[in-house]
């Protein structure tokens, strides 16, 4: 069965200093791999995805991901951690039988330290 | 991107009743998902309903405890049945856009006391 793992359900970073969150999924297929964001008492946020195409995926707010077939990994990366940067982050992907719904890895909680 | 709005955003309920949530589209979507938040956990898929037929329930989840409507494209409910306190959970919609990908209502937070 697919699934996806996040490494660490905790991460703690200072201000301005790389923000790394790992994802890694098994898949027998190519899959649709995305990241979300949960701020606080609200829902989630796509902050970018990937399909097909270019394996290096720019999202918002400063953040990207690379998909690394090699190592079936979907890390998440950002140069330079904000204190808005606090959150919840998810890492998810479409299951090999389905392409319309997702599955979710546990969640990775950055605290970001001043 | 689609807007989806989702109500309640939170309730309070007493256990062995029922609520409806609703989740609202601003463009027509062929799927509507509905995903349950635990606390301190994932989400984990419920259903997926298609506007006229019945909904598809994922492992665990039944109908009799989830009931879920879709009358139209832009519009559905879900039901939490007979509610206890394992049920309490943030639950939210989503519906998946072409070239964009999958977006999330803000979520129904309900507390069953």
């Known amino acids: 069965a697919q699934s996806v793992t996040q490494l660490g359900s905790h991460v703690s970073v200072s201000e301005g200093a790389l923000v790394l969150l790992r994802c890694n999924y098994s898949s027998s297929v190519p899959p649709y791999l995305f990241w979300y964001v949960q701020y606080p008492n609200q829902g989630l946020q796509l902050l970018l995805k990937y399909t097909t195409g270019a394996t290096l995926v720019k999202g918002i707010n400063g953040f990207e991901a690379e998909f690394k077939k090699s190592e079936t990994s979907f890390h998440l990366t950002k140069p330079s951690a904000h204190m808005s940067d606090a959150a919840e982050y998810f890492c998810?992907?479409?299951?090999?039988?389905?392409?319309?719904?997702?599955?979710f890895g546990s969640g990775t909680r950055l605290l970001v330290r001043p | 991107s689609a807007v989806i709005s989702q109500k309640p955003s939170r309730d309070i309920c007493q256990r062995g009743t029922s609520l409806t949530i609703q989740c609202q589209v601003d463009?027509?979507?062929?799927?509507m998902f509905w995903y349950r938040q635990q606390p301190g956990q994932s989400l984990t898929l419920i259903a997926t309903?298609?506007?006229?037929?019945?909904?598809?329930?994922e492992s665990g989840f039944v109908i009799d405890k989830f009931p879920i409507s879709r009358p139209n494209l832009t519009f559905s409910t879900l039901t939490v049945s007979n509610m206890s306190p394992e049920d309490s959970s943030i639950y939210l919609c989503s519906v998946e856009l072409a070239n964009y990908g999958y977006t999330f209502g803000s979520g129904t937070r309900l507390t069953v006391v």
């Open positions: 309903a298609n506007q006229g037929s019945e909904a598809t329930y």
């Open positions: 998810a992907v479409t299951p090999e039988d389905s392409s319309y719904k997702l599955i």
């Open positions: 463009s027509q979507v062929t799927m």
